[in-house]
């Protein structure tokens, strides 16, 4: 047995889970020798993890107070628990709100546990996690330190420093931190159920899904004019525009060099404003340029940040930001410049540094306030007031220590809104829309906001596109602004939510031709559809993109669609356990059946392991959704219990046959989908408060082969209900599945039927003994119509022994002559020729006699071989994995014997020339 603690495994699952609808972490660590040190038999250990994270007191834990974690900890705990509530307690530390964790012993596995916590940001949580594998490992007693594999988790250098590694993972919380604009509106989206997606390691965010989706980067969105941002960022322009349009604005002239610097500002008068062209911030500009010397010295300050400069007459006043959103102005605010106020004790020098101990003051745009640096500009600017940094300012003077006001430089705001006078909104109303933006900033210079500027001088200096919000949001007095929402009224007016029907289905079988039979409902109501499945995604029946595209990161591609109004997305087992799903919650969530594939997987050892995996689907359906189970399963109909929204129950039992959970449903008033008998043939009925309503026969569906087909009659059921409980009318959905047929261009790999050669074909995805065994009923249903059947047979190498033999044995009770196939690709960890033997076991376990079988690889040798082999009138079955490249084999065959049809309609045969 190991002696410290290693990492097995991490994983991070991005939304609902098998453990919890909250994206989480997870680690898997194995404690080896500390299984037998639960904290309270490791001497001293609470005490010192609460002194050095005394926040940590707070956690309630398992008793719901605050000191319940320390309680528990002084009663014994292992410590994967303990790990999960220190890196919850870290992600806190550095401003991150999350408060939950679980951690859960591995079944089987003595000593292993998922220890999973909750993050706002992935990689400030996967840092988090090292940092509390490393704290706890540096509390251990000597002999049982040195956990292992902590790279797995993620990367930090040198030795374990408590105080060091907190300044690694604030520094990382503040780069990967939204700045407070952006912010502010991802807070105000998830407050109303709007989805956000940060897309870059910028500020660019994705609100909303679909044709519904805007994206924003701070304040500037989809909304957002580009030509009008163009001309907001030449200052010289926007002023013409707004003296064109009569509002005020200062006279100014647009210089490249220091003589003209000095020539305009004689003619402009002292004192005047040089600032660059296109800056931004305040950087570069200065104010109150009252001699030549002065005027040369800002002409050289505003070089720096633009080749061209503007020198400008000064007006005199406060400094204040209206913010107008879609021609309303919702917040204004006094912007105060950087300064000190004297304590006639210390330096002005000493003062920044007193005041840059506020909390509140950080670096860049991230914090309520930023830390103020000293510069040239600011030793220049106290020098035009004989000072330095060195003066002592008296008790209660104030020295300001920057020409503008920018909270970017370390200015602080007042908010004014409730003060401005209608004149002066009106004058930036107008301004916002002369620009063109949708959101601006007004620059607004007088010295009475409350007072009309045409009485008071001044006016508009700037217009900004993407102005910040932090002075609104958090203003240092006054009362804060919720700015962000306009701006969210604006991206998504009458209070809607941004978000497309998602049609979430999973199970064991069924869910690719489901999910085509919705999509082609959904599509003939007049919806645009994104369709992910096994074989690609597909954009209203255009495939963009090719493969097993039934996990969560397909799922995303297609809600990012933007010219989509529905998302159908096949959900595999894969997925869900691998990062959980693509979204927070859908609106129609399907739980075909489940079955025992895929075991032994994963820490998925059971069918009741297995259909709690399942179970997350309908467990994620959105309050007022639909839960859509199968109710002839038995695990299916079970997650009825957890399932959210309301539930339909679809079900191939005639009425006299119902279970009683379907029975009992229906009684009560639910809604049901259900086969029944009807002379020759079956119907499909649709049950609700009491009545039952004939929707179609079962006939009237290609796909299901006059019924023949069972599994498919259970997949149009499943794929009514989702249709029906999405509010698609009646007629459109009997209208489409008529429609709906196997072939290859409808539905590719799920029973594609080809009769070219004389024989018949059908390629099918068959890849577990109850798929097997489902498509076999149809294979004795169509025995009648053929000779002999050849069965093309192969199942994945990660499947059990068992789960292996198995398929040989169903394959035996179906074919005549059974190929086993083996391709390098479905090994996945096996010998080469162990499937196939397994395989040819259990067919001879059950019965089949050795000259039955073949084995034959790789697949296209394989489907070669049973092509072949198959005569006139013959039956063959290829179950196989590269659909399109057998399909193409399989129409592209040429037979020993061509058969064509002659003119009296008999089959003419023609030997095929050597």
């Known amino acids: 047995m190991q002696r410290t603690i290693r990492v097995l495994d991490v994983r991070v699952f991005r939304g609902p889970h098998l453990y919890s609808l909250t994206p989480m972490v997870q680690i898997q660590i194995d404690l080896g020798a500390l299984e037998g040190f639960p904290t309270d038999k490791l001497p001293g250990f609470t005490e010192n993890l609460g002194r050095l994270l005394p926040g940590l007191a707070a956690h309630g834990c398992s008793y719901g107070a605050a000191g319940g974690f320390l309680r528990r900890m002084e009663e014994g705990t ?74 797995e988790v993620a990367e930090a250098d040198g030795p374990f420093e408590l105080a060091a590694r907190l300044q690694l993972l604030k520094v990382l919380a503040d780069e990967r931190a939204l700045g407070p604009t952006t912010a502010s509106l991802v807070r105000e989206a998830e407050r109303r159920g709007i989805p956000a997606i940060r897309i870059d390691e910028s500020s660019l965010v994705l609100l909303g899904q679909g044709r519904h989706q805007k994206r924003i980067r701070a304040s500037c969105s989809d909304f957002t004019s580009e030509i009008a941002t163009e001309i907001a960022s030449d200052k010289d322009l926007t002023k013409l525009l707004l003296r064109q ?87 204004v605010a006094e912007r105060i410049p950087a300064h000190v106020i004297g304590n006639g004790r210390d330096s002005i020098s000493e003062l920044v540094e007193e005041t840059n101990r506020d909390p509140r003051r950080g670096e860049g745009h991230s914090s309520v306030l930023t830390r103020i640096q000293i510069d040239e500009c600011v030793e220049h600017f106290l020098s035009r007031s004989q000072l330095t940094l060195s003066s002592i300012p008296a008790r209660g003077e104030r020295v300001f220590l920057r020409p503008t006001a920018n909270l970017s430089t370390g200015g602080t705001a007042i908010d004014r809104t409730d003060e401005i006078h209608p004149e002066n909104a009106l004058i930036a109303r107008r301004a916002a829309q002369i620009i063109g933006l ?195 399963d038995v695990h299916t109909s079970a997650m009825s219990r957890e399932a959210r ?71 149009s059921l499943a794929a009514i209900a989702m249709a029906y409980c999405h509010g698609v009318p009646l007629t459109t959905i009997r209208g489409a599945l008529a429609e709906f047929t196997t072939s290859f261009e409808h539905s590719p790999g799920r029973l594609n039927v080809f009769d070219g050669h004389g024989f018949r074909t059908i390629v099918d995805y068959a890849h577990n003994p109850e798929g097997l ?83 034959s690889y790789p697949e296209q040798e394989a489907v070669r071989f049973c092509l072949e082999l198959a005569r006139e009138r013959d039956l063959v079955v290829l179950t196989v994995d590269d659909v399109e490249a057998v399909w193409r084999q399989v129409t592209g065959f040429e037979p020993a014997v061509v058969i064509r049809r002659g003119r009296d309609n008999h089959d003419v045969h023609h030997l095929r020339a050597s």
Request: hydrophobic share 40%; charged share 20%; aromatic share 4%.
């Open 245 to 331: 349009a009569g509002l005020p604005v200062p006279k100014g002239e647009l210089v490249r060099s220091e003589p003209e610097a000095v020539a305009g500002a004689a003619r402009l008068g002292y004192p005047v404003v040089t600032k660059p062209l296109d800056g931004n911030h305040g950087r570069g500009v200065n104010i109150g340029l009252a001699t030549v010397e002065e005027v040369r010295w800002g002409f050289e300050q505003a070089r720096e940040h633009s080749r061209s400069v503007i020198i400008e007459q000064h007006f005199v006043g406060s400094d204040h930001r209206i913010l107008v959103i879609e021609g309303r102005v919702v917040a």
């Open 78 to 151: 292992w410590l994967g628990h303990v790990v999960e509530h220190v890196a919850l307690e870290l992600q806190t530390v550095v401003g991150h709100r999350v408060t939950r964790g679980k951690t859960r012993s591995v079944k089987g596995s003595p000593g292993t546990y998922n220890v999973m916590f909750a993050y706002q940001d992935e990689a400030v949580a996967l840092l988090a996690g090292r940092i509390a594998l490393e704290l706890v490992d540096s509390l251990l007693p000597a002999n049982l330190q040195g956990a292992e594999d902590l790279r």
């Open 438 to 632: 949708d959101i601006a900033g007004i620059d607004f210079v007088c010295s009475d906001i409350s007072r009309p500027v045409s009485e008071t001088g001044g006016g508009i200096i700037e217009v900004n596109a993407g102005p910040g919000f932090r002075m609104h949001l958090e203003p240092s007095q006054g009362r804060a602004r919720n700015v962000a929402r306009p701006v969210l009224d604006l991206l998504f007016p009458g209070g809607q939510n941004g978000r497309i029907p998602i049609f979430a289905i999973t199970g064991t079988n069924g869910k690719s031709t489901t999910a085509r039979m919705l999509a082609h409902v959904l599509q003939a109501n007049g919806s645009n559809v994104g369709l992910t499945s096994t074989t690609g995604i597909y954009l209203n029946g255009e495939r963009i993109m090719t493969g097993d595209c039934s996990g969560p990161k397909s799922a995303r591609v297609v809600l990012r669609e933007p010219g989509i109004d529905i998302a159908v997305l096949e959900c595999a087992r894969g997925g869900i356990l691998r990062e959980g799903l693509a979204f927070d919650e859908c609106d129609v969530g399907a739980v075909l059946n489940v079955h025992g594939d895929h075991l032994g997987l994963k820490g998925i050892d059971t069918i009741e392991d297995l259909a709690q995996v399942k179970s997350v689907v309908v467990e994620s359906v959105r309050r007022g959704g639909w839960s859509i189970l199968n109710a002839d």
């Open 645 to 715: 929204g309301s539930v339909c129950y679809f079900s191939l039992a005639n009425r006299t046959e119902w279970p009683n959970t379907l029975r009992d449903h229906v009684a009560e008033g639910g809604r049901a989908l259900t086969r029944e008998r009807s002379g020759d043939g079956w119907d499909i009925f649709i049950h609700e408060d009491g009545q039952s309503l004939f929707l179609m026969c079962v006939d009237e569906i290609p796909a299901t082969f006059e019924g023949a087909a069972e599994f498919n009659v259970a997949n």
């Open 773 to 855: 065994t489902a498509l076999g009923k149809l294979v004795s249903h169509m025995r009648s119509g053929h000779q002999r059947t050849i069965g093309l047979v192969a199942i994945p190498g990660d499947r059990r022994d068992c789960d292996i033999r198995n398929m040989g044995a169903v394959a035996s009770k179906i074919f005549d002559i059974i190929v086993f196939k083996e391709d390098e690709n479905e090994l996945r960890g096996r010998a080469p020729g162990s499937i196939a033997g397994l395989l040819r076991e259990g067919a001879l376990q059950a019965g089949c006699a050795p000259a039955r079988m073949h084995v």
